[in-house]
């Protein structure tokens, strides 16, 4: 399997990462170098392996809960810190209308 | 008769299948402890999860896992001991994160179903398909600022259900049948409260129309309608547009589209045609889902009753289908009801809260959260009937003192001297009173116009100011007519 270059400014496009013209052709062939990588990987004989999710195999540790009760929040100043603008306790972003 | 719309090349049935997300009652977010209140201050119920600081981790909050599977219960659905969450990547200004942590290919709830009744009396089962947890996005506000959009966090991390549905429904009526009793189902449950107004439930609708005996053609998405009535609506605005692209001989698109609650139309969201395209991949910050059969049994014990079991119930008590119907609409009405009609008869209770107290809420504008007459003191009104302290008319005016005053129903009948009169003698008096005063008709009575005896009865109670016992009354006028 290998990326064309349409492929790829359409994955940079949704991932919202900005790609010059002439940038295109090194990214496609990092990607495909990658996904060289990956179809290395499906050599492996998987038969009657179970896939993974989350980074832990199928039976193996679950997730652990927490209660149910209030421990965060009450932090606007800490959360809006970083924030390029701010109203009030808004954060304020260029108008975006659907 | 099935429903259809007619067009100018014949009648077109309509395929209606429901997406509804509901946000689940818990005090803290799914993945955070921070609050899920209604209306705080802007972002203060935001923790670095919810903002998606980098190298923030979530832990799921086992209540939001509980409310799932009651909610699945509920459905009569599967519970799958085992799931998983996925990450689904879209951009948004009230999306921190950049994606939303869902279940996509292994949700909580598999198959299940809810029993819909329609006005004609139908009653018709809509297959639902999944229910899966998933967060909550902030909430963007676009109108106070000319070129800014303001972004609360708040909403942002809160544990929603999302409901599907089997494409099961066909007409407009049947949609909005099954929002109802969703909504209802999750108000008995407790696991959403179900406050439209407030976005804590809301539709996406899809929408397909066929000629009779056809597939499925293309569908169309109505995102977030917020009622009931839009919902139906919303149903029949888009499948007359589809109607009349096909009967235009053009060709429907599967699209999103909103709908204009001002002009009841729906239009297009013009999104580019790669926003649907969602790069779903397994959570890696989450291991899987695993429940223990035994805790699914436990919530499976401490289930409340249902609708339709409630309902069926009542009518076993002896209520009228329609009153069983009614007083279960609501589970704070079955609660009033319940507490009313508590070691007294049934069917007198219903019959009360349908009645005068219904009609005194309507009056009064008032709702069952907020009664004028609580449900303590409407069942000792109810005691005073039944042990002959007081006529059911006298009852009607003491309940009417009770909503102005807020006095229990003894302490008026006391302070106002209403208690019926059972003294015989004191009835006896009366009645011979009325009869000698009226003479002319007693004579007219003997001679055969039996109509009159009412008319004796009614100037005795007048004259007992309606405090007299009405079958003693009866009786007495009948013995002293002799």
């Known amino acids: 399997m290998s990326l064309d270059a349409a492929t790829v400014r359409r994955i940079a496009s949704l991932a919202r990462i900005r790609l010059e013209e002439e940038e295109v052709g090194r990214m496609q062939a990092e990607l495909n170098g990658i996904l060289g990588w990956i179809e290395q990987l499906q050599e492996v004989d998987t038969e009657g392996v179970e896939p993974m999710a989350g980074g832990a195999p199928a039976g193996q540790p679950a997730m652990r809960m927490r209660e149910d009760e209030v421990t965060d929040g009450s932090i606007a100043d800490a959360v809006l810190a970083n924030a390029p603008d701010r109203a009030n306790d808004y954060f304020a972003v260029p108008k975006v209308v659907e | ?482």
Not at chain 2, 385 to 405: L, P, R, W, Y
């Open chain 2, 1 to 482: 008769m099935s429903y259809t719309i007619e067009g100018s090349t014949g009648p077109w049935e309509l395929v209606i299948g429901l997406e509804v997300h509901a946000q689940v009652i818990s005090k803290s977010k799914l993945f955070s402890g921070a609050a899920t209140e209604f209306g705080a201050e802007p972002n203060s119920q935001v923790s670095f999860i919810d903002a998606g600081f980098p190298g923030m981790l979530p832990v799921i909050n086992r209540e939001c896992v509980a409310q799932a599977v009651r909610t699945g219960l509920g459905l009569k659905a599967e519970i799958n001991l085992w799931s998983r969450f996925d990450r689904k990547n879209y951009f948004y200004a009230d999306l921190p994160q950049g994606y939303q942590i869902s279940q996509y290919a292994h949700p909580i709830v598999g198959k299940g179903e809810v029993e819909i009744e329609l006005a004609d009396g139908t009653r018709k089962t809509v297959g639902i398909t999944r229910l899966h947890l998933e967060q909550d996005a902030g909430k963007s506000l676009h109108d106070q600022h000319p070129t800014k959009s303001y972004i609360d966090l708040n909403r942002s991390g809160v544990a929603l259900m999302e409901i599907v549905s089997e494409p099961d429904m066909r007409s407009p009526e049947e949609a909005g049948a099954y929002l109802s009793k969703l909504r209802q189902i999750l108000r008995y449950l407790g696991t959403c409260d179900g406050n439209m107004d407030e976005g804590s439930m809301r539709a996406d609708v899809n929408v397909s129309v066929r000629k009779p005996g056809e597939g499925y053609r293309t569908r169309c998405e109505v995102k977030n309608v917020n009622s009931v009535k839009f919902v139906m609506q919303a149903v029949e605005a888009e499948a007359r547009r589809q109607i009349e692209v096909w009967e235009s001989g053009g060709t429907v698109e599967q699209e999103t589209r909103l709908f204009d609650t001002q002009r009841g139309l729906t239009r297009s969201m013009r999104s580019k045609e790669d926003a649907h395209d969602y790069r779903y991949f397994p959570e890696p910050d989450l291991p899987p889902l695993v429940l223990e059969k035994d805790w699914v049994e436990q919530i499976k014990a401490t289930l409340p009753e249902l609708p339709d079991a409630r309902r069926a119930r009542y009518v076993a008590m002896g209520l009228t289908p329609y009153d069983a119907h009614v007083l279960t609409l609501e589970k704070e009405t079955a609660a009033f009801f319940e507490t009313v009609a508590k070691g007294r008869d049934a069917k007198m209770a219903a019959n009360w809260v349908t009645g005068d107290f219904f009609a005194a809420l309507n009056r009064l504008k008032r709702d069952i959260t907020d009664p004028p007459v609580t449900a303590e003191n409407l069942g000792k009104l109810l005691d005073l009937i039944a042990d002959n302290t007081i006529s059911g008319k006298i009852a009607k005016d003491v309940f009417e003192i009770m909503i102005e005053t807020g006095k229990a129903p003894g302490e008026i009948v006391e302070e106002r001297g209403l208690k019926q009169v059972t003294d015989t003698g004191a009835i006896e008096k009366a009645v011979a009173d009325v009869l000698a005063k009226n003479a002319d008709k007693v004579a007219e009575y003997k001679a055969g116009k039996d109509k009159l005896f009412g008319f004796f009865v009614g100037q005795t109670m007048k004259a007992m100011q309606g405090k007299g016992n009405p079958a003693l009354v009866n009786e007495v006028v009948k013995k002293l007519l002799g």
